[in-house]
């Protein structure tokens, strides 16, 4: 029941991309909202983008440097990182809930979304 597996995390250099993706098991993400948090050490949990049905929310951090996007196929989340930079270093968390309306606006509150998956460390270093 709602497993989420985030990878393609690791090491980039500042001004560099990754693209993280969020695999789905246990249901059919088309119709949940997915968000994408990060959590540096010693820091809270911090909002960084949702997805709905069919549009996307960022948090200000990330806004023009960040995409996401669902291949509901491959029933998996995407987040496109660019431009990146060292505050950009965290683990980043997929998650979901199925309390949230999918034809609404996405929220960026971690505590709105009660399944996660394990995370996936990004670095941003030179």
């Known amino acids: 029941h709602f497993q989420l597996v985030e990878s393609g995390g690791g090491l980039v250099q500042p001004g560099g991309s990754l693209r993280l993706s969020c695999a789905a098991s246990?249901?059919?993400?088309?119709?949940?909202?997915i968000g994408w948090f990060r959590q540096a050490p010693g820091k809270e949990r911090e909002g960084v983008s949702c997805?709905?049905?069919?549009?996307?929310s960022y948090g200000d951090s990330v806004k023009g440097r960040f995409t996401i996007s669902k291949d509901t196929v491959q029933n998996t989340v995407y987040l496109q990182m660019n431009s990146l930079e060292p505050e950009d270093t965290a683990v980043y968390y997929c998650?979901?809930?199925?309390?949230?309306?999918?034809?609404?606006?996405?929220?960026?509150?971690?505590?709105?979304?009660?399944?996660w998956g394990q995370g996936t460390q990004v670095t941003v270093s030179s």
């Open positions: 997805i709905s049905y069919s549009d996307g």
């Open positions: 246990g249901f059919t993400l088309r119709y949940y909202v």
């Open positions: 998650a979901t809930d199925p309390t949230l309306q999918p034809f609404r606006q996405c929220v960026l509150s971690p505590s709105d979304y009660g399944y």
